[in-house]
């Protein structure tokens, strides 16, 4: 078997567009069975991933330790969607850092069944960029009116509070964004508002510099309140919601418990920021809606899993 003409010229590009840029890898997205030998040749030198649905025509390339293969889920979603799937798979396999670059041959016009060529396409997808557009669409979930700058902001400054701590430990916190006025009918300070004297410009979240010392600030007991404008308003607050009607997983303690709460009896989104794990879950109208593990940036999200209350599911609890 060799490979047809035009497939053959498509990995040469890919090849080339490695050394040139450089690129860290190829990936190969693939329902078809390829000349692998000949793949292998002309890719040689190059990290390459080969992704696909059917186990059987990736089992031959397990032995090649260079190579890394991909089992994608059988699921008829378009190819955009197969290719972020695979990208997130090397990701978070630490097979690929979020900020690499990589080249993509894949069959990206649907074509009939026993069409002679298996590849029509090559991209090039700088992850960095192609992961923050991800986090837009996963954001959409919430279908919210706080602002997607907004949003964006405080993602970034709790997944950075549950990776980094201060001072080397760990810390936790809840970030309550918009319904500021029911939020703080339903809170009591615990101490005095450090947000207290300062402008707006010097409370606005989406500034870097104001994320760096708010920081500082979730080191304090208690949650953070944002508006809906991505203005800081209030910290050391206590949230004093019921819990009665919340159905957390076991393993989940009071901050967790707070941050369901205060989102089930307002329109706020609460973003818990665990001190055990470091991840952040997303609650809105009391429920789990996001969960985002703290990995290197940029973020990598996970689909909300349905997490269960059985001892036995204990990887679904709290971790
Ligand atoms: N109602 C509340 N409002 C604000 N903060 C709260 C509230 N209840 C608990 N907390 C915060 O949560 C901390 C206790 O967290 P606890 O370990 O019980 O929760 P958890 O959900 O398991 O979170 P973590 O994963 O961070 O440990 C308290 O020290 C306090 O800072």
Redo the contacts with the bound molecule.
Sequence with gaps: MSLPLQTTQLIQAARDLVKGLPADAVLLLTETSLDWDEVGRILVGCKLFVAAENPALTKPLRDRPEWHVIDLEVDPIPTQERLSNALLHAITSNLLQPGAHVVVLYNGIATQEDAPEPIDSVSVIHLGEHLGRMTSQDLRVLGTSVPMDVLRSVVELSTEIGREGREGQPI???LVVGDTRRVLKM?RFQNFNPFRGYTKAERDIRNRDVREQIKEIAKL???ILIGRDGIAEAAC?????PSDGIDLAK????????AA?ISQHTKAIAF??????GSSRVFQDGLVKLHIEPLARPHVWQPVRLETHDADGAEEG?D
């Design positions: 936790g916190t809840v809170s007991d208690g949650a607050l206590y949230l004093d919601v393993g989940f303690g009071s901050r967790h418990m707070a709460g818990c920021v665990s001190q055990s794990s709290h």
